[in-house]
């Protein structure tokens, strides 16, 4: 396999609707939903800041211009807490925005709903020479090392030009990812890493070739954006990132890499609400309102 030198960008791909969390996402961006008090795309950007990316690239939409507004730094605000006495809320803010120049962020529109793999190929003219990371900020992936910091250690290493995050999911859940058909036979095969010889998107539970399931972090040879460009529209009649992949094995190969994080599907409500739970059982301030509804911390309770 080609040597490919380090990954520098990230691509967030939000341009999506987020009809699953309507009326929630009627005014406000999916993207913007918080998880206690931290909107999803922070745990994102966080993610990539941690894992070394040098330039972050957002493909939104024109409706959705509130994630720009919490994603870069907002001095005015700033400064009004500082007057009111909230010096800490607002070195929490510094820490946390992107501003430039320090920063390289770009954002760029998908205007149309084409796919997950036509919202990547938006970000072709914006993105640093070499391999480029995507995540997708509704899968929230909590732990230390962060998921994208472990995936570029291994991709060094790993042989293959894509490399993608995996999961195992029940046999019935197959028709909601992206499946991988593994090599488990090679002597490639070892600890955390899955060889792979396909990958599917979404098949029926009894034409899934594993249960391994493709979660939203990829990092992606430089040649995606042709095979991206070339690719027409598959499942649900969108352009899908999945696709683009699969076409490329042969030329770069694939692996799936199985982290060592939890995740948590926040595209669904049920996934909103269990990243919630677990966040608030690690906090002793919500102690007793989970003993409240028959839930045990796993902290113990503030004194
Ligand atoms: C997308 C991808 C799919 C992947 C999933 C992970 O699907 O198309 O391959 O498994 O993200 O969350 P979506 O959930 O956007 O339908």
Redesign the pocket.
């Known amino acids: 396999m080609t040597k490919t030198g380090p990954v520098r960008t990230a691509i967030f791909p939000v341009a999506g609707l987020g009809s699953r969390f309507l009326p929630a996402t009627k005014a406000t961006p999916k993207e913007l939903l918080p998880v206690i008090d931290t909107p999803l795309i922070q745990y994102a950007i966080d993610e990539a800041k941690a894992a070394g990316i040098e330039r972050l690239v957002f493909v939104s939409h024109p409706s959705k211009a509130a994630i720009e507004r919490h994603v870069m730094d907002d001095a005015a605000l700033r400064a009004d807490l500082q007057a009111r006495g909230k010096a800490g809320l607002a070195a929490a803010l510094a820490e946390t925005a992107l501003r430039t120049p320090e920063d390289d962020v770009i954002f760029t529109f998908q205007h149309q709903p084409l796919g997950?793999g036509h919202a990547v190929l938006c970000a072709r003219d914006h993105v640093l020479p070499g391999p480029a990371a995507v995540i997708?900020p509704d899968?929230l992936i909590l732990g230390e090392p962060g998921c994208l910091s472990e995936m570029i250690d291994v991709y060094a290493t790993a042989g293959t030009g894509h490399l993608v995050a995996t999961m195992e999911v029940a046999a019935q859940e197959t028709g909601k990812?992206?499946i991988l058909d593994t090599d488990t036979g090679t002597a490639a095969a070892q600890g955390r890493l899955f060889p792979a010889r396909g990958m599917v998107?979404k098949p029926n539970p009894k034409d899934a070739p594993s249960r391994h399931?493709?979660?939203?972090r990829y990092v992606l040879d430089a040649s995606i954006f042709d095979d991206l460009a070339a690719q027409a529209p598959g499942a649900g009649g969108e352009i899908?990132?999945?696709d683009a992949i699969a076409k490329g094995i042969d030329r770069v190969g694939l692996a799936g890499f199985a982290f060592s994080g939890t995740r948590f599907d926040c595209?669904s409500k049920a996934g909103m609400l269990r990243a919630t739970l677990h966040l608030a059982s690690q906090d002793p301030e919500y102690a007793e309102v989970l003993e409240d509804y028959g839930l045990a911390p796993r902290v113990a309770p503030a004194a």
Do not use: I, S
């Not at 399931?213 to 939203?216: D, K, L, N, R």
């Open positions: 997950l997708l899968d990812y992206g998107e399931a493709v979660v939203g899908q990132l999945t595209g």
